[in-house]
């Protein structure tokens, strides 16, 4: 470790939040545009780029075999993203979960996580299913656009009653701000993801526990960054919209594309099966019981998914020192906290519908 690696960690820093507050401008700006709320811009749109950095990672990495770190890349940023990118911006304003991130996104983020882990049980997830996944991408992209077109057509009209040279010049500043923005989240990542990586191969680091902490964490970094700044400028749909969007095409599109290009198909640790996937399957259930209770992530919840987080890298760091500890870590893991998540999930959800349940209408009995 030297100190040039520490300077291009710290430009890569700046060139993220530099990077996030271009896209979160013109991402909104086109995304209204074209008739979409900032939920699914946040799905779509800046999600798509805000995660270039982990499917180059993750694509290179499983090309040449590394499958480890394409892996580990995946599933840490995805804990990150749902534990620290949501956990920080609800620490920063309190943000209202719509009825379409309890109903829909989260329960398909736990849905698709749980499948990918089915599939690599074996060890591998091949071409084959690489393309199931991508497919399946496919079709969530679809649905939420087609979803918000339906809901958004009150903003659509708005947009379209401007005149056309109005309607360019937005579109112009738009594609402007979101291609800016989304270049310097890339060459910020690339730079933070290179010096990080070299930084903690100094120290002697599994090429799994360096993909799900350090490389997850930087090419996390623009859901991060994007996430904060949304919450500070208000838009709270488009940050929680972004960790929930970023995770769903990391685990569908990441995955599927990595096994695509593996050349026999994508090996997944037995670690990873033990530990990290079950871990990543409870941090949906545990966020998705969060929000139903509430209707919404304050600080307290924040608080909460960020001590999660802190509790899950310390398990890694002692795993790194003694790898002994994984077998006690797992069973804990798929033994109590899964399955205790389960249960909890599964009787909120049962008490939310049931307390929307129509009340039956008494008549009085009368004696004719």
């Known amino acids: 470790m030297n100190i040039l690696d520490l300077i291009l960690f710290l430009a890569g820093l700046v060139l993220l939040v530099v990077g996030a507050e271009g896209l979160v401008r ?3 700006r086109l995304g209204r545009l074209a008739g979409l709320s900032p939920l699914v811009v946040g799905l779509t749109i800046v999600s ?5 950095p982990e499917a180059s990672v993750s694509i290179v990495a499983a090309a040449d075999g590394r499958g480890g770190l394409a892996v580990g890349n995946v599933l840490g ?4 993203n749902i534990l620290v990118v949501a956990g920080a911006a609800a620490t920063i304003i ?3 979960v719509s009825n ?4 829909k996104d989260l329960p398909v983020l736990i849905i698709a996580t749980a499948v990918v882990y089915l599939l690599a049980v074996n060890g591998t997830v091949v071409e084959w299913e690489g393309i199931l996944l991508l497919l399946a991408l496919a079709g969530f992209i679809t649905f939420s656009i087609l979803q918000s077109r339906r809901t958004a057509r009150a903003t659509r009209e708005s947009f379209v009653t401007r005149t056309r040279r109005a309607a360019l010049n937005e579109m112009g500043i738009g594609v402007v701000f979101s291609g800016a923005g989304a270049a310097l989240l890339i060459l910020g990542s690339r730079l933070f993801v290179n010096s990080a990586s070299d930084i903690a191969s100094a120290l002697g680091v599994s090429e799994l526990i360096i993909g799900l902490t350090i490389v997850a964490a930087g090419t996390s970094a623009p859901e991060l960054t994007t996430a904060i700044v949304a919450a500070l400028r208000g838009e709270t749909d488009l940050a929680i919209g972004n960790a929930v969007g970023a995770s769903v095409i990391n685990v569908l599109g990441v995955i599927g594309a990595s096994a695509l290009v593996s050349g026999g198909g994508l ?3 037995s670690e990873a099966l033990r530990l990290d996937f079950p871990v990543a399957v409870t941090v949906g259930i545990v966020v998705l019981s969060i929000v139903i ?11 909460l998914m960020l001590g999660f987080y ?15 500890l994984l077998t006690p870590a797992s069973i804990v893991a798929l033994g109590v906290v899964l399955p205790v998540s389960v249960i909890t999930a599964g009787y909120l959800i049962f008490r939310s519908v049931r307390s929307k349940a129509p009340a039956r209408l008494e008549v009085p009995f009368v004696d004719r």
């Not at 798509?48 to 270039?52: L, P």
């Not at 890298?313 to 020192?321: E, G, P």
């Open 48 to 52: 798509f780029a805000t995660t270039t």
């Open 293 to 303: 209770i509430g209707k919404r992530a304050g600080r307290r919840d924040g608080l």
């Open 310 to 324: 802190a509790i899950y890298l310390s398990t890694l760091i002692a795993i790194s020192i003694n790898a002994d």
């Open 26 to 28: 013109g991402a909104t």
């Open 267 to 269: 090996i997944v640790p």
């Open 94 to 96: 309190a943000i209202p």
């Open 77 to 80: 940023s995805n804990i990150f």
């Open 100 to 103: 379409i991130t309890i109903r």
